[in-house]
């Protein structure tokens, strides 16, 4: 298929969605009553629904050849195509097993089309439908979720716990319950019936609700909006009373419904596979929002009905269902917030926890721990604009024979020991910096003349004589260079490069006393 075939919507010039869109208008319109005698509805209506049902089993099997994983695909990817595979066998099972319903029940229509099962569904076909939904919540639930963490689980939970209590609790409101005394056998017929009414449509809504929050789909777009409306919408009719099923002018408008959701199913089912075949990427995010409004929605819609049904019936036991939903799922959305703020909080930890490690890595030396140049260039700066500031340009002599005879693990051990002497000579407000190589520096702000020279004369103790470094000893001497600054008299560079000549001098006096000595 060319790019510009695969960009017009999947629906166009094909048979088949034709077909089935023209079924579900033939549906909607030809079935109204008074428009066709009795007895005709409930054949076209079976036979309707029959064909919907080939179609979803003939583009389920059809979804599931072509589903393959695509060569060269990674182990999750390759598994969630094999998943996608199993998932859509399950649904052409489904789908065959609805069709062997609809054959027994145009069987029976056949037999007698005035008995109340020819319009609501024989035994036969109701167990065809729980079977095949069954297969279908078995195929949604075996599929993979997308990566998530600990928290992203937590919220995908509540977040599916909240439209299930919605759902539940729109399910709970339609469905009309048996009469009769409320004793034991009352209630078990009353589960019976919300198992067998609404209940399996539920959580066919469950599982794909968990799918669709759970963020990797194996469903198209226009497929997965489909089909949710369907399981709604089949949700809604099988808690209908079945007296509407067996009495006009509600039976007809209930044959149009039915035909309207398994017509959805087929078209999306069948959409899905023209996307399949033409080998476009399937399995995509739903949402690129780190978040979903579906909770939201669901505690407003429920919000909603039990104004509608506090207005319209008072405080009924009806009522009373409806507003418990409606606590039950507020409580979920702000146990949902109350999770999301501490994650939130744990994300901000973490962002304040990184940001420092980065400073850490910024402005300080890896080897030494203590401050880079830049950090150091940076508070001279601040010192110099506050008052005076004193820099002790320090250089190490003759280290680079201590690399050359003990490796560089020595000299890196050494540079270690000559940081943890230097902060031990200053104060804990000054700055202790290797600037490079074996160069340090220390800052001091407002330091007496005094003071100066006692602390250049500590510098100097402390880097003299032998160091013991594991098993070996390393000579250590030190040439240190001041020089003091002003606000408005001094630049950190400049400052910088005074305290680098007098290095450099005290340098060559070493070497000049040297060579008196050996002379």
């Known amino acids: 298929m060319s790019q510009q075939g695969a960009a017009r919507p999947m629906w166009r010039a094909d048979p088949v969605v034709t077909g089935l869109l023209v079924l579900i208008l033939g549906a909607t319109l030809g079935l109204g009553p008074d428009l066709a005698p009795l007895v005709g509805q409930v054949h076209v209506f079976w036979f309707i629904l029959l064909v919907a ?31 996608g595979q199993s998932m859509w066998k399950l649904f052409a099972v489904a789908g065959g097993v609805l069709v062997l319903g609809d054959i027994c029940q145009l069987v029976a229509v056949v037999q007698d089309p005035l008995a109340p099962e020819a319009a609501a569904g024989t035994g036969t076909q109701m167990l065809s439908i729980g079977i095949a939904m069954g297969l279908i919540v078995i195929g949604i639930l075996r599929y993979p979720l997308g990566e998530m963490g600990a928290a992203e689980k937590l919220r995908l939970r509540v977040d599916v716990a909240t439209v299930m209590a919605a759902a539940f609790t729109f399910g709970l409101w339609l469905t009309d319950l048996p009469s009769g005394e409320h004793d034991t056998a009352w209630y078990l017929r009353a ?3 919300l198992a067998v009414q609404p209940g399996i449509f539920l959580v066919l809504i469950f599982a794909v609700i968990k799918i669709v929050l759970g963020g990797q ?45 398994s017509g959805l199913v087929a078209i999306g089912v069948r959409l ?14 739903v949402s690129k929002r780190p978040y979903s409004l579906l909770p939201y929605g669901a505690m407003a819609a429920v919000w909603a009905l039990a104004g509608v049904v506090l207005a319209v019936h008072g405080l009924d036991p009806r009522t009373w269902v409806v507003a418990v939903g409606a606590l039950v799922t507020t409580a979920l959305v702000v146990g949902r917030q109350v999770a999301a703020f501490r994650h939130v909080a744990e994300l901000l930890r973490e ?36 008052g005076s500031a004193t820099v002790f340009l320090i250089d190490l002599d003759d280290f680079k024979p ?12 050494l540079l270690i020991e000559v940081g943890r002497r230097l902060r031990a000579c200053v104060r804990d407000g000054d700055t202790v910096a290797r600037l490079g190589g074996d160069e340090f520096a220390v800052l001091m ?9 006692e602390v250049h004369d500590i510098l100097a103790r402390a880097l003299s004589g032998e160091v013991r470094l594991g098993s070996v000893s390393v000579p ?44």
């Open 53 to 83: 049902h080939l179609a979803l089993a003939r583009s389920s099997w059809r979804v599931s050849v072509y589903a393959a994983p695509p060569p060269g695909a990674g182990k999750a990817e390759a598994a969630r195509g094999r998943a």
């Open 191 to 193: 589960a019976v019936m």
């Open 217 to 261: 789909s194996p469903f198209i777009r226009s497929a997965a909006i489909l089909g949710g409306l369907a399981a709604i919408l089949q949700a809604v009719l099988q808690a209908v009373p079945l007296t509407m099923y067996v009495e006009q002018p509600t039976m007809s408008w209930l044959f149009a419904a039915n035909v309207l959701a």
């Open 272 to 285: 899905q596979e023209r996307r399949v075949r033409a080998a476009l990427p399937v399995a995509e995010r």
């Open 351 to 386: 962002r304040d926890e990184l940001t420092a490690q980065l400073t850490q890595l910024a402005f300080h030396d890896g080897l030494t721990k203590l401050a880079n140049r830049g950090l150091f260039m940076r508070r001279l700066h601040d010192s110099l604009a506050a």
């Open 402 to 413: 201590v690399n050359d005879a003990h490796g560089h693990a020595t000299g890196d051990q």
């Open 445 to 453: 702000d407002e330091v007496s003349a005094d003071r100066r020279g």
């Open 476 to 519: 250590l001497r030190a040439s240190i260079g001041m020089a003091t600054g002003r606000h408005g008299l001094h630049h950190p560079d400049s400052l910088l490069h005074e305290a680098d000549m007098a290095m450099y001098a005290a340098k060559d006096r070493r070497r000049a006393l040297l060579d008196s000595d050996r002379a």
